[in-house]
């Protein structure tokens, strides 16, 4: 497993509708990890993205196992062979999403070709 701790120059961002619990976590904490999955996981991460954690404990449902970090306190996936710690260093509001920006690690990760749409496990899009 890699963890990619904060530190280097590099920003990066993610944006996350406000209505996600997700969202609520973030914006409380401060910070979160970005786990970056095997195409093994992928039946896994489209199950992830597709419930909420509001009504779902993600990693006993779908056989996840968190892991804590050393940066930060949202758990990484052990399962991912890429972990980003990140604190949040600023936000903007872009219409129903927030863009949280971070810094992140400074090096180059393939993550290959299109394997599937999200929501395939349930057979539709959400």
């Known amino acids: 497993m890699y963890n990619l701790s904060l530190g280097t120059?590099?920003?990066?961002?993610?944006?996350?509708?406000?209505?996600?619990?997700?969202?609520?976590?973030?914006?409380?904490?401060?910070?979160?990890?970005?786990n970056l999955p095997t195409t093994s996981l992928l039946e896994k991460v489209d199950r992830c993205g597709t419930t909420s954690g509001r009504?779902?404990?993600?990693?006993?449902a779908y056989g996840l196992t968190a892991v804590p970090g050393d940066e930060v306190k949202a758990p990484l996936i052990a399962e991912c062979p890429v972990n980003l710690e990140c604190r949040v260093i600023g936000f903007q509001e872009i219409g129903?999403?927030?863009?949280?920006?971070?810094?992140?690690?400074?090096?180059?990760?393939?993550?290959?070709?299109?394997?599937a749409d999200l929501g395939f496990t349930r057979g539709t899009k959400p």
Not at 9 to 19: E, F, H, L, Q, W
């Open 96 to 115: 129903d999403h927030d863009m949280f920006q971070f810094n992140a690690g400074g090096q180059y990760w393939s993550l290959g070709r299109k394997l």
């Open 9 to 34: 120059p590099a920003i990066v961002s993610i944006s996350i509708r406000k209505a996600t619990y997700s969202h609520g976590l973030i914006a409380a904490a401060g910070e979160f990890t970005v």
């Open 55 to 60: 009504d779902v404990d993600k990693f006993a």
